[in-house]
């Protein structure tokens, strides 16, 4: 079954180069988008699950299960509606590829379940917000995009720094049963960044606030629920460490909507309440 929808989202990803056809610029990313819906729904109501090795040396796998489902729906309702608003409006061809390849890259984000996967994709999801957060060429909203790629490259670099610490013990890039604080701390430190938690999100606030509504919701409602996925991925792994997860948690929770209740910006406001769920969400790994 995995194999099979790793393949439907290759699929997305070629047809994502259609919309370098003028004419089917609006209509591709809609239709991935309705189709996906459908095939999310039958993946969560039918309780599909299973797992697919891709380099069984390495332990680098994309696994099918309850936390993938839950994450999949999610993705298929936020992006089918954003896009329905983002093809009311005018916008070059390359604004609707990246919108198309979106979609696939947290599908198969979602699907992942190894430290390698969850790198190369989170860099990809990364990549892509960056650049669509960029399209307008106003000056705050590029060097709201450029603050958000700077710190997420560097939440990155951390967590690369503990993943190599942890591969060269293990020699493998399957999830480990417990990691040692230093590495977990240097991964935790970077899916923190990611995720936009609390003392680690300066960029969040900035980014909703000069982005157009659809891209807003997109980043909200799927774009750090990425890292947030890998963080859930890494929480039986952590040990004691788990605990710093949940404190960030708990004060994430709290700082949102204190934050939220002084602001004016509706945009600012939603960023402040998507920082309060993320940390409800952290609070119970």
Same mark, same amino acid.
């Given at each position: 079954?995995?194999?099979?929808?790793?393949?439907?989202? &290759?699929?997305?990803?070629?047809?994502?180069?259609?919309? @370098?056809?003028?004419?089917?610029?609006?209509?591709?990313?809609?239709?991935?988008?309705?189709?996906?819906?459908?095939?999310?729904?039958?993946?969560?109501?039918?309780? &599909?699950?299973?797992?697919?090795?891709?380099?069984?040396? @390495?332990?680098?796998?994309?696994?099918?299960?309850?936390?993938?489902?839950?994450?999949?729906?999610?993705?298929?309702?936020?992006?089918?509606?954003?896009?329905?608003?983002?093809?009311?409006?005018?916008?070059?061809?390359?604004?609707?590829?990246?919108?198309?390849?979106?979609?696939?890259?947290?599908?198969?984000?979602?699907?992942?379940?190894?430290?390698?996967?969850?790198?190369?994709?989170?860099?990809?999801?990364?990549?892509?917000?960056?650049?669509?957060?960029?399209?307008?060429?106003?000056?705050?909203?590029?060097?709201?995009?450029?603050?958000?790629?700077?710190?997420?490259?560097? !939440?990155?670099?951390?967590?690369?720094?503990?993943? !190599?610490?942890?591969?060269?013990?293990?020699?493998?890039?399957?999830?480990?049963?417990?990691?040692?604080?230093?590495?977990?701390?240097?991964?935790?430190?970077?899916?923190?960044?990611?995720?936009?938690?609390?003392?680690?999100?300066?960029?969040?606030?900035?980014?909703?606030?000069?982005?157009?509504?659809? &891209?807003?919701?997109?980043?909200?409602?799927? !774009?750090?629920?990425?890292?947030?996925?890998?963080?859930?991925? @890494?929480?039986?792994?952590?040990?004691?460490?788990?605990?710093?997860?949940?404190?960030?948690?708990?004060?994430?929770?709290?700082?949102?909507?204190?934050?939220?209740?002084?602001?004016?910006?509706?945009?600012?406001?939603?960023?402040?309440?998507?920082?309060?769920?993320? !940390?409800?969400?952290?609070?119970?790994?």
């Amino acid at each position: 079954m995995v194999r099979i929808y790793v393949l439907f989202n &290759l699929a997305l990803i070629v047809s994502s180069m259609l919309t @370098f056809l003028n004419k089917f610029k609006k209509s591709i990313p809609l239709a991935a988008g309705f189709v996906n819906l459908v095939v999310a729904n039958v993946i969560y109501w039918s309780q &599909l699950s299973g797992e697919a090795v891709l380099w069984n040396s @390495f332990g680098v796998k994309l696994i099918l299960d309850n936390i993938s489902r839950d994450f999949l729906l999610m993705n298929s309702i936020v992006f089918l509606a954003s896009t329905i608003v983002a093809t009311k409006k005018e916008k070059p061809s390359v604004f609707f590829f990246l919108l198309a390849l979106f979609l696939p890259s947290c599908n198969l984000m979602f699907l992942s379940c190894d430290m390698f996967n969850i790198y190369v994709l989170l860099e990809l999801t990364t990549l892509v917000v960056f650049l669509l957060a960029s399209f307008g060429g106003k000056t705050n909203q590029v060097w709201s995009a450029l603050k958000y790629m700077v710190l997420g490259t560097a !939440g990155m670099n951390l967590y690369l720094l503990g993943v !190599g610490m942890i591969f060269a013990r293990s020699r493998t890039f399957e999830l480990p049963t417990l990691v040692d604080i230093i590495p977990a701390v240097l991964v935790i430190s970077g899916l923190l960044v990611k995720a936009g938690v609390f003392l680690f999100s300066m960029w969040l606030p900035d980014l909703h606030s000069s982005v157009e509504s659809e &891209l807003s919701a997109l980043l909200s409602g799927v !774009g750090i629920k990425t890292a947030v996925y890998a963080i859930l991925r @890494f929480s039986p792994s952590l040990g004691k460490t788990v605990d710093v997860v949940v404190l960030f948690g708990v004060v994430s929770a709290i700082a949102g909507v204190v934050f939220a209740l002084n602001e004016r910006n509706y945009k600012r406001i939603l960023a402040y309440h998507t920082l309060s769920q993320v !940390g409800f969400v952290l609070s119970a790994p």
